[in-house]
């Protein structure tokens, strides 16, 4: 089978089945996993599916949303350099609110020990890494948990964010561009984070460059609504400019 003769079947699958793994096409087109991943590369060049850990999606499915264990292995790199940049936005003795994410995760275990700090969160694993930290008061926000991000949702996170004032977010988001504003597949998550927005003096958007230009199901804020970017080399030098523009400071770490 030629290249594009696979690649075509490839495509089919992911439309058929919502994504596909690279192990599993590999063992059925009786290829190497590294020529998979070129035919995937191919394929999201053409815009016609989207990478994602471990194999791909189609292009245009704005409610998937990668489950906790898939996105830690993600751009971790990438997400290690954000997380130390973002550190110098940490204020002293001040209040943060940590959203749920992979990457805000990253700068929750990268804070030092010595650091005096109210935080507050409505993630469980950044509650669960801050927990036994000398320094923090910690806040853990409640309501219904979602199994797929381990975050609080609905009513009483709501109703938290509402009643506090904080002087920095850490906030993540699944998307973000000039254009579509800040995105995430799940429109519960997307409430909170608006309410976390409001309830902060600054908002700090951690979103490595592979958000950039990707849009979700759930809109919870226009990237004019945040303060500073911080994200990775990834993102070019003219799109950060055009975010700067907007108003929007960018640190590419």
Not at 172 to 198: C, I, M, Q, W
Request: proline content about 4%.
């Amino acid at each position: 089978m030629y290249a594009p003769e696979r690649q075509q079947e490839i495509l089919r699958l992911a439309r058929d089945g919502g994504r596909v793994d690279v192990v599993s096409l590999a063992e059925e087109f009786q290829v190497t996993a590294e020529t998979i991943r070129r035919d995937l590369k191919a394929l999201d060049r053409a815009g016609l599916v989207r990478r994602v850990h471990g194999g791909a999606i189609p292009a245009g499915r704005l409610d998937f949303e990668p489950d906790l264990a898939e996105r830690e292995g993600t751009a971790t790199d990438e997400k290690d350099r954000i997380a130390r940049a973002a550190l110098a936005e940490l204020p002293t003795d001040g209040t943060v609110i940590l959203d749920a994410g992979t990457t805000i995760a990253r700068l929750a275990a990268a804070i030092p020990l010595e650091s005096t700090l109210t935080a507050v969160t409505h993630s469980l694993p950044i509650a669960a890494r801050l927990a036994d930290h000398p320094g923090i008061q910690l806040h853990l926000v409640g309501g219904r948990v979602r199994h797929r991000t381990r975050a609080a949702v609905d009513a009483w996170a709501l109703r938290a964010y509402g009643e506090i004032r904080a002087d920095v977010l850490f906030v993540a988001a699944n998307g973000f561009s000039t254009g579509h504003g800040l995105t995430t597949p799940d429109l519960a998550e997307a409430a909170v984070k608006r309410a976390a927005v409001a309830a902060a003096r600054r908002v700090v958007l951690l979103a490595d460059s592979s958000k950039h230009g990707q849009e979700h199901f759930a809109r919870f804020g226009d990237l004019g609504d945040v303060d500073l970017l911080i994200t990775d080399s990834g993102l070019s030098p003219e799109d950060a400019d055009a975010i700067e523009r907007g108003g929007t400071e960018v640190v590419r770490a």
